[in-house]
């Protein structure tokens, strides 16, 4: 059972929720946008967004009468307005409080799980097509940064579901090139409650997600707490399995198995 206790916020901008602040706020991160916008929005607790800093090894662990308590590191992603927010708060506070603005937004949130202290760290990521080189390094910091993935589509737009499937193989590749072997991933279809609107069927959902070794939720961040409760305590499940697998992984073969990594992703680099 989750309780939830403290909950701190931080968010890099308000703007309008029209849909014209929405486009402004794209537009901004198409071209614009200064390569110290990440780093402007200060997490409660001080952590590094360096690649390098990121703990392969899994979620932070504390020593001594704190080691009962966890820390994760979730990131939210997702195509423009399927709930990504909408999801992210109502797990936070459980309300659906209809719109939720145009925000680049950290969360931190403990919660006690099965008699546990767990600080969710929780980065909820518009969504930006910008290609550029730029973008791509923040990308990979943000990924670098997470334990866990919420993946976001909305089971009415099928164009945001379309966008899962490349998403995910840039989050594992990120991840596998430090040599992370299970990447704790979940896939949500959201707004079930509009279900006479569906374009992606349930099956559809569940398909990808057994394909690319994924926990599967359909849920509606509008209508139920409970359904968006079972998506983060899913993934704080995979999170915890994938910090035992890591940990058994770091012999000399988890060494190793990093450095085959690493030298096949330069050949793929330099061909
Ligand atoms: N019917 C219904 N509407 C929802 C649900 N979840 C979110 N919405 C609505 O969808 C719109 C977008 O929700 P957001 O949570 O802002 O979506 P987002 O993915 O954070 O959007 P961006 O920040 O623009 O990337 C809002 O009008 C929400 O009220 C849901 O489960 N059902």
């Known amino acids: 059972m989750i309780q939830g206790n403290t909950l ?7 703007t309008s929720c029209s849909s014209e602040g929405r486009r402004k706020r794209r537009g901004s991160a198409g071209g614009t946008r200064s390569p ?3 780093l402007k929005i200060p997490l409660r607790r001080a952590i590094s967004l360096t690649p390098e800093h990121h703990p392969s090894s899994g979620p932070a662990e504390l020593t001594g009468p704190a080691a009962l308590k966890m820390e994760v590191n979730v990131l939210v992603v997702g195509a423009d307005g399927v709930g990504k927010s909408a999801l992210t708060v109502r797990f936070l506070t459980r309300r659906f409080i209809g719109e939720y603005g145009d925000l680049e937004s950290i969360y931190s949130h403990n919660v006690t799980v099965d008699g546990k202290d767990v600080l969710f760290n929780i980065w909820d990521f518009p969504y930006s097509q910008d290609h550029s080189d730029e973008n ?16 976001v589509y909305s089971i009415c737009d099928r164009a945001s579901f379309s966008i899962i499937h490349q998403k995910v193989q840039v989050i594992k590749a990120a991840k596998e090139y430090l040599g992370l072997e299970k990447v704790p991933i979940v896939i949500v279809g959201n707004k079930r409650d509009l279900h006479h609107r569906r374009t992606v069927s349930s099956e559809e959902g569940r398909l990808l997600a057994l394909s690319m070794d994924c926990e599967f939720y359909e849920v509606s961040a509008a209508e139920a707490y409970h ?6 305590h899913g993934l704080l499940d995979k999170i915890k399995e994938s910090k035992l697998t890591t940990k058994k992984g770091t012999g000399i073969r988890g060494i190793v198995k990093s450095m085959s990594a690493v030298f096949a992703r330069r050949r793929t680099d330099s061909l």
């Open 8 to 14: 701190s916020w931080q968010s890099s901008k308000k």
């Open 36 to 38: 110290e916008m990440v």
């Open 136 to 151: 791509f390094t923040e990308e990979e910091k943000r990924i670098q940064w997470a334990d866990g993935f919420v993946l």
């Open 227 to 232: 359904g968006v409760l079972l998506v983060f």
